[in-house]
């Protein structure tokens, strides 16, 4: 069974930091893309940043790049999201995921394709970034 726990979210002010973790388990692709989406009240879901299992390339959202680093500890099975310099556009519930390639986190907005082309999700974890 694939598991996908996400963990670390909270309320923090603007200009602050938070870690998120995703413990994963139970998925057997060869090759794929761990990584984070997030949804913010209103909004569609948006790819955050992935890792490519393949070589340990890292992929950033616009929006995040400078801010967010994504990173794993595969001795854990354990994603990690580190996120500074938050904004309270960043306010959000932030989703672990696994696909199949590191391009399918990313997509012009109103073109996501069903499942968003992951193939498991988390449950998500909310992140509150007050002004």
């Known amino acids: 069974e694939v598991q996908l726990v996400e963990s670390g979210g909270g309320l923090v002010q603007a200009g602050g930091s938070l870690r998120l973790s995703c413990a994963a388990s139970?998925?057997?692709?060869?090759?794929?893309?761990i990584g984070w989406f997030r949804q913010a009240p209103g909004k569609e879901r948006e790819g955050v940043a992935c890792?490519?299992?393949?070589?340990?390339?890292?992929y950033y959202a616009d929006s995040v790049k400078g801010r967010f680093t994504i990173s794993s500890d595969n001795a854990k099975n354990t994603l990690y999201l580190q996120m500074n310099s938050l904004k309270p556009e960043d306010t959000a519930v932030y989703y672990c995921?696994?696909?199949?390639?590191?391009?399918?986190?990313?997509?012009?907005?109103?073109?996501?394709?069903?499942?968003?082309?992951?193939?498991?999700w988390g449950k998500g974890t909310l992140v509150t970034v007050s002004s």
């Open positions: 995921a696994v696909g199949r390639a590191p391009g399918n986190f990313f997509f012009e907005p109103g073109t996501a394709p069903d499942n968003y082309g992951m193939d498991y």
């Open positions: 139970g998925f057997t692709f060869d090759d794929y893309a």
């Open positions: 890792i490519s299992s393949s070589d340990g390339s890292t």
